[in-house]
């Protein structure tokens, strides 16, 4: 695995782990807590962490990074994720993150400085893009977005003495 991979890769599970630490602290009663009317649910955040991280794996696996593409049925996957109990949930999440992880380890350098189609136009309707690199760098800091989604949609502050608890028991 290419160095700069395996650095996104940590800065990635930092914010998997603050995730997992998280969840593992809630009640499936709190899965359907959400900040404000209209804002997305604890289970909404978490099943689109899942189907981010399935979109990330086939962007990365694909010659040509189309993310318009890779997110086609993200829509649909992040639907019938949510539908899942918690258990399968967690699970999904789980094995989402490990697609991303043997898709990554399979990365060639070249790939890193190609260009990622964005499904968006710029003011003169040229297609947007950016490289591959700065993209996957972004999206290592996805979970740590919805932790604190997460965090808002329980209107409760995180208690870390909890959180240290539940990852001593956990080992």
Do not use: C
Request: net charge negative; hydrophobic share 50%.
């Amino acid at each position: 695995m290419l160095p700069e991979i395996a650095t996104l890769l940590a800065r990635a599970e930092t914010g998997r782990f603050m995730l997992d630490e998280l969840l593992s602290v809630l009640d499936e009663k709190d899965y359907d807590s959400r900040p404000f009317e209209g804002e997305w649910s604890v289970r909404e955040a978490v099943a689109h962490v899942a189907s981010a991280d399935l979109a990330v794996a086939q962007l990365v696996s694909e010659e040509q990074g189309d993310l318009g593409a890779a997110l086609s049925d993200r829509e649909h996957r992040w639907l019938a994720l949510r539908a899942l109990a918690v258990p399968e949930l967690h699970r999904a999440v789980q094995q989402a993150r490990k697609s991303v992880h043997r898709a990554m380890a399979a990365l060639a350098f070249e790939r890193l400085g190609g260009a990622v189609l964005l499904p968006a136009s710029d003011a003169w309707g040229r297609q947007r893009a950016m490289d591959l690199r700065s993209y996957l760098a972004s999206w290592a800091m996805h979970d740590l977005e919805h932790v604190e989604q997460i965090r808002d949609a329980l209107r409760a502050p995180l208690n870390p003495a909890l959180v240290a608890l539940s990852a001593r028991l956990r080992q």
